[in-house]
């Protein structure tokens, strides 16, 4: 609600007849598309299929393949989808234990670092095996996602001319 005194100037001008111009309204933000909202997350993929063909990995149907075949593929991938997570997301385990040794999960612990299983019952701390080590990114070294390109098209289809 405007101040008293802010509503008097108005009545003022109103009456000798210079009513000051509708304020105009406020900007409206551009709205939230799934696409907007989830560039950094496409633009991300997109690089993971670039390096490391991941897509086309994970959408083949590897279920007729030889293991001998999936492993050598499975390389390919590994190695581009390594490279790109070391160079903007790297990771360092969020137990440094290796998996199978004895671990103490402590009172208070960050349910985002911890997932128990088993048994369990009671209060914190809690003694068990480590059954994986958990990852956490160290630092995000995302580029900017290009605002003229479409973060739809992980991958764009190649076309070899003769």
């Known amino acids: 609600m405007s101040s008293f005194f802010a509503r008097l100037k108005l009545a003022w001008a109103v009456l000798l007849g210079r009513a000051p111009a509708e304020p105009p309204p406020p900007a409206l933000l551009p709205a939230l598309t799934p696409e907007t909202a989830h560039a950094s997350g496409l633009f991300l993929l997109g690089m993971l299929q670039r390096e490391g063909r991941l897509i086309d990995f994970l959408q083949e149907d590897v279920g007729g393949f030889s293991d001998a075949e999936?492993?050598?593929?499975?390389?390919?991938?590994?190695?581009?989808?390594?490279?790109?997570?070391?160079?903007?997301?790297?990771?360092?385990?969020?137990?440094?234990?290796?998996?199978?040794?004895?671990?103490?999960?402590?009172?208070?612990?960050?349910?985002?670092?911890?997932?128990?299983?088993?048994?369990?019952?009671?209060?914190?701390?809690?003694?068990?095996?480590?059954?994986?080590?958990?990852?956490?990114?160290?630092?995000?070294?995302?580029?900017?996602?290009?605002?003229?390109?479409?973060?739809?098209?992980?991958?764009?289809?190649?076309?070899?001319?003769?």
């Open 70 to 162: 999936v492993g050598a593929a499975a390389r390919v991938v590994h190695q581009g989808c390594r490279k790109v997570l070391r160079e903007y997301l790297p990771v360092v385990a969020v137990v440094p234990q290796s998996e199978g040794d004895p671990v103490t999960v402590p009172a208070g612990f960050d349910a985002n670092r911890y997932r128990l299983s088993g048994n369990v019952t009671g209060q914190a701390p809690y003694a068990g095996s480590l059954k994986h080590h958990g990852w956490v990114a160290t630092e995000v070294k995302l580029p900017p996602v290009p605002t003229t390109m479409d973060v739809k098209v992980l991958a764009p289809a190649e076309v070899e001319l003769p």
